[in-house]
């Protein structure tokens, strides 16, 4: 009786262990991509597309809404989970607990991206290629990146980009 009684501990001990270490966030890596106000659909299904080719865990849209495109041959909103919220207070209300909004953005305050150290678990939120993230936004965001370049980039291609970056092997914040 008294090994059953250690065995059925350890075994408890072991799988309280096990579940806690599985849903850890500060073990798990993770990350979400999407945009605010897409202006052009086709954007949004390259976008998509690369992320579930990239590892996203789930994508999403703030104001304008996704709708099916050829772009996205491997038809990732099926395979990824997607998310719309109307408002970007919507949205930062619904933030993952403990993940990092890293704003994708053409600022002064942006750290280059080749030297940018990617939270284990971030989201990444892009802006219209015309307007960009509003000053509002950008004020939320925990970091900021930007490219080495004169223009702003396609969104898709810039957070195609991004994706792209954080699965190189660089030290994560």
């Known amino acids: 009786m008294q090994g059953e009684t250690s065995s059925s501990g350890l075994i408890y001990a072991l799988t309280v262990c096990t579940f806690a270490r599985m849903n850890d966030n500060f073990i798990n890596e993770y990350f979400g991509i999407g945009i605010q106000n897409g202006k052009t659909p086709e954007n949004l299904g390259v976008l998509w597309r690369t992320a579930q080719n990239l590892g996203a865990t789930f994508i999403f849209t703030i104001g304008n809404r996704y709708a099916k495109q050829a772009s996205d041959t491997h038809d990732a909103v099926k395979a990824i989970p997607y998310f719309h919220y109307d408002t970007f207070d919507a949205f930062f209300e619904n933030l993952p607990k403990g993940a990092r909004l890293v704003g994708v953005e053409l600022d002064e305050k942006a750290s280059d991206l080749e030297t940018f ?13 015309d307007h960009g993230l509003s000053s509002k936004v950008i004020a939320k965001c925990h970091h900021l990146v930007k490219f080495k370049s004169e223009k702003s980039l396609n969104v898709a291609v810039a957070g195609s980009i991004v ?3 954080r699965n190189l092997a660089k030290p994560r914040s």
């Open 163 to 165: 994706m792209y970056d």
């Open 117 to 129: 150290e990617h939270p284990r678990r971030c989201v990444y939120l892009l802006g219209a290629e």
